[in-house]
């Protein structure tokens, strides 16, 4: 297959690029930049310049392709998640256009945050409220089936981990070295799920090659790790003490993520192995923490 790729120098589409070239596939990755060429073609794929809010760059990229794996997305929290959203769905749905009629798949991505708080979500849930309105862009993509085209929505946990990740997990170890402790919400039992990035890479190949039309997976390697456990690590790797942080104090000590951070968001993958014969074997979270690459910037000294 001739698989379209955006956000093809990113954290996961990165690794979803390797994944496919080594399975065989060639690779029409998106780049913005000549730095975002340069890594593509390096990589060993072929260039297509543009960006997500390029929507006809993105309609001759799919167009051009046997399918589309769609990862990026704005991730600046200085922007509003619903803007982001917005954004999105408008990619996504100029290059599912671009494959009516032709049966040829895209795979998009989603979150399970949101979900089903509290509870074990599924591959079958649906959240109560949509509130970045990435839901809404997943409703939108599936009703592409009845256009001729192959969806399938990938959703990924708060953490896909590994080395090179900016996201929450080294958000977390900023905080903790800006606040010489490593903190946790309330008494920490809540949990968060995690996939590591290869293992995620690995799904994106199996949809894009095999998902059935309208598939909703779960990009899921463990079900909830306590974020107690979360901290306990990066406590011990900074030489910091471990502290709980009452709810009411969240927002204060770790800024936005606290939110987040606050979450009970459990979820399972059972169904996507089944379907997909997809099963993760890289390191979970704790022990790629323990790997100690997240901490390879300048320990926090010592408290005076």
């Known amino acids: 297959m001739r698989v379209f790729v955006t956000g093809a120098t ?21 780049a913005r930049s000549e730095q975002a060429a340069a890594a593509v073609a390096a990589a060993g794929a072929k260039v297509h310049r543009g960006d997500i809010g390029d929507l006809d760059s993105l309609r001759r990229g799919a167009a051009e392709s046997d399918g589309v794996v769609h990862t990026a997305f704005n991730h600046d929290f200085s922007v509003s998640r619903l803007d982001a959203s917005a954004a999105d769905r408008l990619a996504v749905e100029a290059m599912a256009e671009a494959l009516v009629g032709t049966d040829r798949p895209i795979v998009i991505a989603s979150g399970t945050g949101g979900l089903s708080p509290g509870h074990l979500a599924t591959e079958q849930s649906v959240p109560i409220s949509d509130a970045t309105g990435r839901y809404a862009v997943e409703e939108m993509v599936v009703s592409f089936v009845a256009r001729g085209v192959r969806p399938a929505v990938v959703r990924f946990p708060p953490t896909v981990h590994g080395r090179g990740d900016h996201g929450f997990i080294s958000m977390l170890i900023d905080i903790a070295r800006k606040k010489r402790v490593s903190g946790y919400p309330g008494d ?3 949990r968060w799920p995690a996939v590591h990035r290869i293992d995620a890479s690995q799904l994106f190949r199996l949809a894009v090659e095999s998902a059935p039309a309208g598939a909703r997976l779960h990009g899921v390697g463990e079900e909830g790790i306590a974020v107690r456990e979360i901290a ?9 003490p471990v502290v709980a942080i009452p709810p009411q104090e969240a927002a204060g000590h ?3 993520l606290g939110a987040f951070f606050a979450l009970d968001c459990p979820a399972s993958s059972a169904l996507t192995q089944q379907q997909l014969g997809w099963h993760p074997a890289q390191p979970g979270l704790i022990a790629d923490l323990e790997q100690g690459h997240y901490f390879e910037r300048q320990p926090v000294a010592a408290s005076r």
């Open 10 to 30: 990113g954290f996961i589409g990165s690794a979803v690029v390797r994944e496919l070239l080594d399975a065989g596939h060639e690779v029409l990755g998106l």
């Open 188 to 190: 920490g039992s809540n």
């Open 254 to 256: 770790f800024g936005f």
């Open 232 to 240: 306990e690590v990066i406590g011990r790797r900074l030489g910091l």
